[in-house]
Antibody
Framework: QAQLVESGGGVVQPGRSLRLSCVASGFRFSSHGFHWVRQAPGKGLAWVAVISYDGSTKYYADSVKGRFTISRDNSKDTVYLQLNSLRVEDTAVYYC????????????????WGQGTRVTVSS | DIQMTQSPSSLSASVGDRVTITCQASQDISNYLNWYQHKPGEAPKLLIYEASNLQTGVPSRFSGSGSGTDFTFTISSLQPEDIATYYCQQYADLPPFTFGQGTKLEIK
């Protein structure tokens, strides 16, 4: 059974950085792309970023472009999200999700999700 | 970017009721639409993919229909365990892969 476990969240001051991790198990990690999706307090789900199975293709939401970086380490079955220049409006639970496409660019179908890690940006 | 308009934003229904949620895309997305269920503190769960296909293991009381710009999600007989927030999500083109605003479903 596919499983995703996020970590790395916490409380951070505006302008600081944080790195989130998502460890995958139960399937062939290197065959799938991965997404990060966030949910701000009282708000709905918002797509943040995606990385292809081989790390060659990445896309970002306009709200995080230039500040966040998605990456992966296929030797550790782990996806990362580096959050720089954090703003109060980045406060959210961040979810990692698997793209269902196999060994092709991500299609946008998110078939397995983690339970999320909370990021709070506050002075 | 493609915008997704979901309604209603909240819904109260009784056990056994038929529940319907709609989602409208700002442009033609064919059938590139998913529906997710999200319970507080849990991982979101894929229920319906490609507008009308039931994900493996999902009860048959859940269904989806539509294509182009207008989509519908239905629970044929509401159960207590269906209390959650439901989201549509389009994946028709290059990112961003936008979600609807969500529908919070409560038991009356």
């Amino acid at each position: 059974q596919a499983q995703l476990v996020e970590s790395g969240g916490g409380v951070v001051q505006p302008g600081r950085s944080l790195r989130l991790s998502c460890v995958a198990s139960g399937f062939r990690f290197s065959s799938h792309g991965f997404h990060w999706v966030r949910q701000a307090p009282g708000k709905g789900l918002a797509w943040v970023a995606v990385i292809s199975y081989d790390g060659s293709t990445k896309y970002y939401a306009d709200s995080v472009k230039g500040r966040f970086t998605i990456s992966r380490d296929n030797s550790k079955d782990t996806v990362y999200l580096q959050l720089n220049s954090l703003r109060v409006e980045d406060t959210a639970v961040y979810y990692c999700a698997r793209d269902w496409s196999i060994v092709v660019n991500p299609s946008g179908g998110l078939d397995y999700w983690g339970q999320g890690t909370r990021v709070t940006v506050s002075s | 970017d493609i915008q997704m308009t979901q309604s209603p934003s909240s819904l109260s229904a009784s056990v056994g009721d038929r529940v319907t949620i709609t989602c409208q895309a700002s442009q033609d997305i064919s059938n590139y639409l998913n529906w997710y269920q999200h319970k507080p503190g849990e991982a979101p769960k894929l229920l319906i993919y490609e507008a009308s296909n039931l994900q493996t293991g999902v009860p048959s009381r859940f269904s989806g229909s539509g294509s182009g710009t207008d989509f519908t999600f239905t629970i044929s007989s509401l159960q207590p365990e269906d209390i959650a927030t439901y989201y549509c999500q389009q994946y028709a083109d290059l990112p961003p892969f936008t979600f609807g605003q969500g529908t919070k479903l409560e038991i009356k």
